[in-house]
């Protein structure tokens, strides 16, 4: 049993995506002010509401959120064509295994 906020208890913090553990603050804060609330509406409405990654196996799932399908760590813009709508399980599963990608360049550059 764990009271931590991501559900990992301390053996597991590894296996955590990393985005609920540090504060981020708030959306505003983060640079994602007015003018992202305009491109998630317009890629919100260019994907009908549905999640991209879901769609593409053949799932019908609302998208409840905008992604950059090529992360903006990794070299990605906040151009039209590198985001899409995403369910939350799919953005989960996808921010878990961009965490690990950087977790894995982080142990390279050390060694």
């Known amino acids: 049993m ?9 053996d597991h913090q590894a296996k955590a995506s990393g985005w609920l ?6 959306s505003s804060q ?10 998630r509406a317009r890629i919100l409405r ?10 593409e196996q ?6 409840v959120a905008v992604d950059h399908i090529v992360p903006k760590a990794e070299g990605g ?3 039209d064509e590198n985001l899409q709508g995403i369910c939350k399980r799919c ?13 894995g360049r982080g142990q390279n550059f050390q060694a």
């Open 21 to 26: 553990n540090q504060d981020r603050g708030s």
């Open 46 to 55: 260019r994907d009908k509401g549905l999640c991209q990654p879901c769609k």
């Open 91 to 103: 953005h989960k599963l996808k921010t878990e295994e961009e965490s690990r990608r950087a977790r």
């Open 2 to 10: 764990t009271t931590n906020r991501n559900g990992y208890c301390e």
């Open 58 to 63: 053949g799932r019908v799932m609302p998208a």
């Open 77 to 79: 813009t906040d151009a």
């Open 30 to 39: 983060r640079g994602y002010g007015g003018w992202w609330k305009r491109i």
